[in-house]
Nanobody, 125 residues
Framework: QVQLVESGGGLVQAGDSLRLSCAASGRTFSSYSMGWFRQAPGKEREFVAAINWSGGNPYYTDSVKGRFTISRDNAKNTVYLQMNSLKPEDTAVYYC??????????????????WGQGTQVTVSS
């Protein structure tokens, strides 16, 4: 199993930055790629970013390109989402996930094995 623990959410003003962290652990953690999703009130869960632990290129949804950066620290088994120039429309619960990279990028839930509990990001105008 893989356990995912998210942190770093909070209440910020538009234009501010946050860095979300997702600490992963488990016997087969090295088998999984990682991704970030978000879900705003009344909306469907949305893909945000993905990264391959083996060194694959990061991938982002269009709405966050140039503002968000996904990265990893393999020594700490942790993935990050650096969020800059935050906008009110970024307000959502942000979830970390582990699975197959292509499945994460396309939200193919059959290829997403684990989810974190979510962390709230609220951006005021």
């Amino acid at each position: 199993q893989v356990q995912l623990v998210e942190s770093g959410g909070g209440l910020v003003q538009a234009g501010d930055s946050l860095r979300l962290s997702c600490a992963a652990s488990g016997r087969t953690f090295s088998s999984y790629s990682m991704g970030w999703f978000r879900q705003a009130p009344g909306k469907e869960r949305e893909f945000v970013a993905a990264i391959n632990w083996s060194g694959g290129n990061p991938y982002y949804t269009d709405s966050v390109k140039g503002r968000f950066t996904i990265s990893r620290d393999n020594a700490k088994n942790t993935v990050y989402l650096q969020m800059n120039s935050l906008k009110p429309e970024d307000t959502a619960v942000y979830y970390c996930a582990a699975g197959v990279l292509s499945a994460i990028a396309t939200m193919n839930f059959k290829g997403i094995s684990y989810w974190g509990q979510g962390t709230q990001v609220t951006v005021s105008s």
